[in-house]
């Protein structure tokens, strides 16, 4: 099992960027699609993007455009770019590799 820790969260006024970093370690990071989700206050987790281990790609329909998912797995790293944020973006944001989720970083996007 893979153990995933996220940084990069943060307080942000709308329209601009933030990049989230997931840091996995445990098991062989490659083999994994690895996945973005977020969780506002009073909603449910949502799926914001996907990444398979060849490298494709998969969006929420409200990121789309916005948000980019990346990894590099000689460093065992995923990442998502998020750029134009708008107040709705405002979440916890949680690393997914297999069962494992990370602790989540906060983003939080002021209008």
């Known amino acids: 099992q893979v153990q995933l820790v996220e940084s990069g969260g943060g307080l942000v006024q709308a329209g601009g960027s933030l990049r989230l970093s997931c840091a996995a370690s445990?098991?062989?990071?490659?083999?994994?699609?690895m996945g973005w989700y977020r969780q506002a206050p009073g909603k449910q987790r949502e799926l914001v993007a996907l990444?398979?281990?060849?490298?494709?790609?998969n969006y929420a329909e409200s990121v789309k455009g916005r948000f980019t998912i990346s990894r590099d797995n000689a460093k065992r790293q995923v990442y998502l770019q998020m750029n134009n944020l708008k107040p709705e973006d405002t979440a916890v944001y949680y690393c997914?590799?297999?069962?494992?989720w990370g602790q989540g970083t906060l983003v939080t996007v002021s209008s």
């Open positions: 445990g098991t062989i990071f490659s083999i994994y699609v």
């Open positions: 990444i398979s281990n060849g490298g494709g790609t």
């Open positions: 997914n590799g297999g069962k494992s």
